[in-house]
């Protein structure tokens, strides 16, 4: 795109297509689009990750192979017209000014004018494109859109386009935890969003994915390595630390749901990890 040369969907739709046909819970696809963070490649890593979780969250709402296609491929093109957006913009490390801020917003309307292009049986993509950045009470851009007036996918992708932005390092911020975005996401943009999809995205990525880091009421830290959907907030971990900020050696499991005593006060980054045991 950034060469201006045209691209054909069918090799995204056949992308899509296999993750689609092997999708299953905690598959390594998804664990990379939780947990690969590289703030210089989130142009490209960005638009995939968005892909792989919209079809996670469109396979527990019940959708149909062909809409959990769909919906995958708007996921993947949702944010191409940032291909038009120069990089001293996309990577400038500080906060935007406002023609910046100007030219970043947009995207949405380069996206869909990319996408336009396309054949007509794909009008669909564009259109999501274009309202990705909308919100349900009106308050989006670029047009102030309401619930009625948006495509289902865009306001599935909207937010899950802003729940993998807070996960990863960007060029102006760092990463929130997993913990840290859903409570971003429900304090400020809670009424940006349908219920039900708020209440999907916490039942297929929890609030402590697979393989992050927690600490206990115990002061122990530990590892997620199992999560039950009925129960998002109490996994299973392997502790890592012990009270005392002790690696463990010997392997010690806890499942939470059969461990009353014990719940998880907080998520918590490896790096604030290696701090805390002065590694």
């Not at 299953?24 to 490649?41: E, F, G, I, T």
């Not at 490390?93 to 910046?100: F, I, S, T």
């Not at 209440?199 to 590892?223: C, E, Q």
Request: proline share 6%.
């Amino acid at each position: 795109m950034r060469n201006r040369k045209g691209f054909n969907p069918e090799t995204g739709f056949e992308i899509i297509n296999k993750i689609v046909a092997v999708n299953y819970p905690q598959d390594p696809v998804l664990s990379l689009a939780l947990h690969r963070d590289d703030w210089q490649k989130y142009v490209i890593y960005h638009p995939v990750n968005v892909a792989v979780f919209a079809i996670k969250i469109a396979d527990h709402l019940g959708f149909e192979r062909a809409k959990q296609v769909e919906i995958g491929m708007a996921g993947l093109l949702h944010d191409v017209g940032m291909a038009a957006v120069p990089d001293s913009v996309l990577f400038k490390q500080g906060r935007l000014n406002d023609d910046e801020t100007k030219i970043f917003r947009q995207r949405p309307n380069l996206s869909s004018k990319i996408l336009r292009q396309i054949s007509p049986e794909y009008a669909y993509l564009a259109e999501c494109a274009a309202q990705v950045y909308e919100r349900i009470d009106g308050s989006g851009y670029p047009r102030g859109l309401k619930a009625d007036e948006m495509h289902e996918y865009a306001q599935i992708i909207g937010l899950l386009d802003m729940y993998e932005s807070l996960i990863h390092t960007r060029p102006q911020r760092g990463k929130l935890t997993p913990f840290a975005a859903v409570k971003e996401i429900i304090n400020s943009s809670k009424s940006h969003f349908r219920k039900e999809y708020l209440k999907a995205v916490l039942s297929v990525f929890t609030a402590f994915p697979i393989h992050s880091y927690v600490r206990l009421n115990s002061d122990a830290i530990g590892k997620v390595i199992e999560i039950y959907p009925d129960q998002p907030f109490r996994p299973k971990i392997q502790i890592v630390y012990d009270s005392q900020k002790r690696k463990v050696l010997t392997e010690k499991i806890v499942a939470l749901p059969e461990d009353p005593l014990l719940h998880i006060v907080d998520s918590i980054s490896e790096k604030e990890i290696r701090q805390m045991v002065g590694a």
